[in-house]
């Protein structure tokens, strides 16, 4: 064999295993554990996984909040094990996570309004509204010491059995817990209840649809 034609065939092999070997290595790469981001909202990054008080949580699904044609923030609820009952979802036997990001400044005597809104408009009763209104007031206390929620502003709301409801404003937590099951579930029906605060948020948030 003429010494180009073997240099040639030689070459195509070269880049026959170096192509076969960075298309293996990709692979390998995208089916990696260490993949850190199973869903990006508004250009919000959520991890697949995250852990509560010990508990390996999943996503269960991730949304944008819109208010008009406005977004304000992007959620995402954590759970156990996913699934599209509600019933499932806010149940306290075992942590939960409720994450948001505001997508843009809004006040925070505003903000806490509108979770005393979307509590008041997903109870079955006056008198249930009412054994809830000390801790309505007192988270609405605990956003209105910011004055302001930035866009980028990071909330967490984890449920832990035996501790309550712990709120988390930019990794500082904010206050003691809140310690009613029932409380943590008002705040769930904010958002999954059968009033939604954006019902486009509450199919994301259960995993039906995408945001």
């Known amino acids: 064999m003429p010494y180009l034609a073997y240099s040639d065939a030689f070459n195509r092999r070269r880049a026959l295993r170096l192509g076969a070997a960075a298309l293996l290595l990709g692979c390998a790469l ?82 806490g309004k509108m979770f005393s809104r979307g509590i008041e408009d997903n109870m079955t009763s006056r008198a249930e509204f009412s054994k809830l209104v000390p801790g309505i007031l007192r988270m609405s206390q605990l956003f209105s010491e910011r004055k302001v ?7 967490q709301l984890d449920w832990i059995p035996g501790t309550g409801t712990i709120l988390t404003i930019q990794g500082q937590k904010a206050g003691a817990p809140f310690p009613e099951a029932a409380f943590f579930q008002a705040l769930m029906r904010i958002w999954l209840g059968n009033k939604p605060a954006d019902w486009q948020l509450k199919d994301a948030l259960l995993g039906k649809a995408g945001n």
Request: hydrophobic letters at 45%; a positive charge; proline letters at 6%.
């Open 30 to 111: 995208g089916a990696a554990p260490g993949r850190a981001h199973a869903a990006t909202v508004a250009g919000v990054q959520f991890p697949d996984k995250v852990t509560v008080a010990g508990h390996p949580l999943v996503l269960n699904g991730a949304g944008v909040r819109y208010k008009a044609v406005f977004k304000v923030y992007a959620a995402a609820l954590y759970v156990p094990a996913k699934s599209t009952a509600v019933d499932e979802l806010i149940a306290t036997n075992t942590p939960r996570r409720f994450v948001f990001t505001m997508l843009r400044d809004i006040e925070s005597d505003e903000f």
């Open 149 to 155: 929620l930035r866009a980028g502003d990071e909330c």
